[in-house]
């Protein structure tokens, strides 16, 4: 039998300090000099979500003005650091910057929803959750679009000469409305929730049809949800329970044919 080698720990020891910080030079280096990440990091090229409304790489090309790019909104060059964290920020804290937790958005101002309320509502929401706010960080108008935590090594901040834009409505310089009016190109009011939710499906609840608690709701399939492809989040109701944004091929990013939609979870 072959006998391992032995070392002096001693010097292992001021070899691994060596090693380590060249490695992370290293591996600093190659994200900084790499090319940009095409589609989610996992998924790669096969990622649905390229191609799609919220996939900003590209985006202005795709609609033949190209004379945008870069202008409206920066391009960080793939899809995913919109709302995802980038690889290389693995492991950070997005609420140590003022971001949401576990996401590459900062935190819309709460103070300013206006909550959905009813006597009949089962469970009060207090403020939206993590998830919830992910979508409202953008589709609330308040927040440029463009607005992430963490920016990938691979964007070169020093030729960001974006406007950094917001979904509203309003005809003003940092509004996506200045031209999206329906008139020099589409209308972009419906995609604007703004911070008065009370005319939405509340959200950020605990789902109400776990063990029958209300007979106005059908129990899910599993404490993820239903089989049809309706989620709940930690069994709650939340914007991803009936929209996925990862499948650009239902009208309105439904996880369920509209008809059927509503009575996936209410039973009247």
Known sequence: MTMAPTYNKPARRIRFALIIPLLAAIAWGTYASAAAIVGDPVLGASDPILGSKHDFTGLNERAGVAAMSGVAFSDYGYSCVYCHIPPEEAGANPASFGGIDGWNRYVPTLSNYQLFDSPTL???????????????????????????????????????????????????????????????????????????????????????????????????????????????????????????????????????????????????
């Open 122 to 268: 089962d469970y009060k929401t207090r403020a939206p959750n993590p998830i919830s706010m992910l979508c409202l960080s953008c589709h609330d108008g308040t927040m440029a679009v463009d607005m992430v935590v963490f920016k990938p090594v691979t964007f070169d901040a020093s030729q960001d000469a974006s406007m950094h834009m917001r979904i509203s409505p309003n005809d003003d310089a940092e509004s996506c409305g200045k031209c999206h009016n329906g008139q020099v190109a589409h209308d972009i009011t419906i995609k604007m929730l703004g911070t008065d939710l009370r005319n939405d499906h509340p959200i950020s609840m605990r789902y109400a049809g776990f063990g029958f608690e209300d007979i106005d709701f059908r129990p899910p399939d599993t404490p993820e949800g239903f089989l049809n492809g309706v989620k709940l989040y930690d069994g709650n109701v939340e914007c991803m329970t009936c929209h996925n944004v990862h499948d650009p091929s239902r009208p309105l990013l439904l996880r369920a044919n509209a008809e059927v939609l509503c009575f996936t979870c209410h039973t009247k």
